[in-house]
């Protein structure tokens, strides 16, 4: 009889059916399995977990049979189908989040005896030794998956059912399943049925492929041929095919010794995984777009030293970047931090969202992660070899070039959190500030309660200051790489929450309106902002270096529809080595995009400097003007002037928009008016000859002398009245800009 009931198929599956009130959900399914491994794929809603909980008696049959070794276990409680040596690994794991890991083995170590005990449990699975005291609720999700799987290993099955075990699961995790499986298959003690929809996975570890469609077993398909064969995949598993299969695909069933064609060997590098139902489909749903599908794909990178080939290739257009569901990144050096930031990975991820581990560190160490910083360093321009050189120093700067080009081809990043020190901010910062403004960005670092200004630069990212160095949990560290995760959870969140009600009401907003701003231009901005306001949004930015780069980013963003730059001044320090200086890039934003552009020459008549001891010695003869304590200013020159006419003229003959460049001849600030300190004509008119000099005036390029002062009300009338005739009528505007 023992005899016997080896012999017999593992499992025996005839004209199963079954019901979910009027839905027939499995429809005659026939299935069997003799031992070994046999997968199951296929989109979601066709019936597959439906399959496994009716095989463990947790749905009502209501026809066929289904026999185990032999014996019929069809309609018998669950109980006794898991003593006769069925084990059940859950889609969701569905750990208790009270017991500990070792618990939950111990629980289940007593059903039967055998092979797999306890101690192999945390032989094969380390991590699990490791937190052999946690909880189920404490665990990251891979964790959570290797104890349910671990959990059925104990109970000492002779068949093993699994729905879904690689999940959510990082790449490294999702490869050590596999390998696990593969060992459990070569054993021979346990047959498996694996319900996956990973197709890499479930071709790995099955000769043959089941395909299962609206509750049918509708074929059986030799795993190497579906391995092999993407456009089968797309086919057979991703693009709207919701009620039968196209029956012209010649695919072998179960046992036929038809041929197979020699498959070309891969070359080494990039390999593109594709993923069927970037967002998950139902039997009801409309197909899934294959471009949708070819965006979703992500890169498994393999051998670093011989990637310079693939970085050479043209990169993808807009249209091919990364897409799908909002995912929050959690980006730093996990070869040092990698219990930090895997600490708060989980604490975004028990807040419901996508969270995705990406690897920035320049040693060259693997690390279980989601996107590798092998995968990272792909995108320099000089590829891996750029990024793992033995200077530290020129390694860093590389991949934070490098993760900066990833993140610019990303297009579903819903927010960025980073952790560690002042090498990991830097690693981190570059790319932040390539994101929009809105997206909420958080490094939580030991360097944040000094000058953040390097690191934030002209964004909106966040700095927290970690208060103990991020080197390990404790009570400190714990509490507040927690807060930080919390909070890029919480502005993560709201953000999503309000994105329906922006779309809803983006056609009725106003159009934004960038204008700079300097204490003495201050009535000048003042004015214009309230003729302004029932047409525009005005954004004011305070030229202080960063202001300006403020403004530029979200012009190059597309967020502003014009810019009235009336204060000039960071060209000042630019040029003369003041403290609140512009970069080469200054008028960069408005040459690229064409927006638009009002100028004017607002505080050009001076530098800014800190407290007077610390102005150069070069100057020490100049005219100054202490504005407070901390904020010194130095007249500019007839001779500076001019050098600024010219620099700032040849960037205005590089804009193709529209452009107006005002002088005001009465003073270009209000320190720049009769009777006040710096009161210079002469000085005005060298900056003024040099602009007209330079600028080459076109119908869509003009400079425009105006009598009045700067900050006169009837300069800011002629401003807004430009700048009105620049961009339209009110409502052909709105139905350009949003």
């Known amino acids: 009889m023992n005899e016997d009931r080896r012999s017999a198929a593992a499992l025996e599956v005839r004209g199963l059916d ?56 069809t309609r018998r409680p669950p109980a006794h189908i898991a003593r006769r040596g069925v084990g059940y690994v859950p889609q969701g794991r569905r750990l208790w989040r009270s017991l500990s890991v070792d618990e939950h083995l111990r629980l289940a170590g007593g059903m039967r005896s055998g092979a797999w005990t306890v101690e192999r449990i945390y032989d094969t699975f380390p991590r699990l030794a490791e937190r052999k005291d946690h909880g189920g609720g404490q665990l990251s999700g891979g964790e959570q998956q290797m104890l349910a799987i671990s959990r059925a290993l104990v109970t000492n099955p002779q068949l093993l059912i699994m729905d879904e075990p690689t999940e959510g699961l990082a790449p490294v995790i999702v490869a050590q399943v596999e390998e696990m499986l593969l060992r459990l298959g070569e054993d021979g003690d346990m047959a498996v049925l694996l319900i996956e929809q990973n197709i890499g996975v479930a071709t790995a570890i099955s000769r043959n492929v089941a395909i299962m469609v609206n509750g049918r077993i509708n074929r059986i398909i030799d795993s190497a041929r579906l391995a092999a064969d993407r456009d089968m995949q797309q086919r057979l598993l991703g693009v709207g095919l919701h009620a039968e299969l196209t029956p012209d695909i010649d695919a072998p069933v179960a046992g036929s010794e038809a041929k197979l064609k020699p498959q070309p060997i891969r070359a080494n590098g990039p390999i593109r995984i594709y993923v069927s139902n970037p967002t998950p489909p139902t039997r009801w749903s409309q197909p899934v777009p294959i471009a949708r599908i070819e965006a979703a794909a992500r890169t498994l990178s393999t ?106 081809r990303q297009g579903n990043i819903a927010g960025v959190i980073s952790a560690g020190g002042s090498g990991a901010a830097s690693l981190v910062a570059p790319a932040m500030r390539t994101l929009p403004v809105g997206v909420p960005k958080l490094i939580i670092s030991s360097v944040a309660s000094g000058d953040v200004g390097p690191y934030v630069g002209p964004a909106d990212i966040t700095m927290m200051h970690s208060v103990t160095d991020v080197q390990g949990l404790n009570s400190i560290s714990r509490a507040v790489l927690s807060n930080g995760a919390n909070a890029i959870a919480g502005m993560v969140r709201a953000r999503l929450d309000q994105r329906e009600t922006r779309e809803r009401t983006a056609s009725a907003a106003l159009p934004s309106v960038g204008i700079t701003m300097f204490g003495v231009t201050t009535p000048a901005v003042q004015k ?103 904020v010194t200013l130095m007249r500019t020159t007839a001779e500076e002037n001019e050098r600024m006419g010219r620099w700032i003229g040849e960037r205005l003959n590089r804009m193709d928009g529209p452009v107006r460049f005002f002088l005001p001849e009465g003073g270009v600030s209000a320190l720049d008016v009769r009777g006040q300190p710096f009161w210079d004509p002469e000085a005005d008119a060298a900056l003024f000859r040099a602009l007209e000099r330079t600028v080459r005036t076109t119908g869509n390029r003009q400079l425009i002398r105006v009598k009045q002062n700067i900050n006169d009300p009837e300069f800011a009338t002629t401003i807004t009245a430009a700048f009105r005739t620049l961009f339209g009528r009110v409502g052909a505007r709105r139905r350009m800009v949003r």
């Open 303 to 408: 051998h670093v030293a011989r990637l310079e080939d693939t970085v050479r290739r043209k990169r993808e257009p807009v249209t091919a970047q990364a897409s799908g569901l909002p995912v929050v990144l959690v980006a730093g050096t996990l070869d040092t931090k990698g219990t930090e930031l895997r600490f708060i990975r989980d604490i975004i991820a028990a807040n419901g969202l996508r969270v995705r581990l990406v690897d920035v560190s320049t040693s060259g160490r693997q690390a279980a992660c989601d996107v590798s910083a092998q995968e990272i360093a792909l995108n320099h321009g000089r590829g891996g070899s750029a990024v793992f050189g033995p200077d530290r120093g020129v390694a860093v700067t590389a991949m934070a070039e490098a993760f900066a080009n990833w993140i610019k």
């Open 528 to 630: 214009i902002a309230a003729d302004l306001r029932d047409d525009f949004e005005c954004l004011v930015f305070h030229a202080t270096g960063v202001g300006g780069r403020s403004m530029e980013k979200l012009v190059d963003s597309g967020q502003l529809a014009g810019v009235i730059d009336l204060t000039t001044t960071e060209i000042c320090d630019f040029l003369m080595g003041g403290v609140f200086p512009a970069t080469e890039d200054r008028f960069g934003a408005t040459i690229r995009t064409r927006v638009p552009y009002i100028g004017s020459v607002g505080a050009l008549d001076m530098v800014n400097f800190g407290a007077p001891d610390t102005i150069p010695e070069r100057y020490r003869t100049r005219k100054f003007h202490v504005h407070n304590p901390q």
């Open 18 to 73: 079954v019901y979910y009130g009027h839905s027939h959900t499995l429809q005659g399914v026939d299935l069997s399995l003799d031992a070994g491994i046999f997968s199951v794929v296929g989109r979601n809603g066709m019936g597959k977990t439906t399959l496994c909980k009716a095989i463990m008696g947790l749905v009502p049959v209501s026809g066929g049979s289904i026999r185990v070794r032999g014996e019929d276990i």
